[in-house]
């Protein structure tokens, strides 16, 4: 299982760390992504990292203000947030998993090995 922590009330342009810790299983080989999903809104990509070749792929809404990272030996898969705006806030999902799609595009349909119960982040203004 993978498990999502860090989440909460954070101010306009405040940061936040999520943490993704997975269980029963190592995260090599695998995409580990963090996905979100808003009010009345589809569940969408944020940030992918493959564990294979290190490659990432970031949402345009998010690029240069979200890093996901995962530490060499660590089964955890970190998403600093930096400069957070009102639209990001969203129940915030880790997902993992081995196939190649997963590894090449930070898509919902390509993910389906393991999902966490999500955590939220709620902007305070």
């Known amino acids: 299982q993978v498990v999502e922590s860090g989440g909460g009330l954070v101010q306009p342009g405040g940061s936040l760390r999520l943490s993704c810790a997975a269980s029963?299983?190592?995260?090599?080989?695998?995409?580990i992504g963090w996905f979100r999903q808003a009010p009345g809104k589809e569940r969408e990509g944020v940030a992918c990292v493959s564990t294979i070749d290190g490659s990432t792929h970031y949402a345009d809404s998010v690029k240069g203000r979200f890093t996901i990272s995962r530490v060499d030996g660590q089964n955890t898969v970190y998403l600093q947030m930096a400069r957070l705006k009102p639209e990001d806030t969203a129940v915030y999902y880790c997902?993992?998993?081995?196939?190649?799609?997963?590894?090449?595009?930070?898509?919902?349909?390509?993910?389906?090995?393991?999902w966490g119960q999500g955590t939220q982040v709620t902007d305070s203004s």
């Open positions: 029963g299983f190592t995260l090599e080989n695998f995409a």
């Open positions: 997902a993992a998993d081995s196939m190649a799609l997963a590894h090449l595009e930070c898509s919902v349909s390509h993910y389906s090995d393991y």
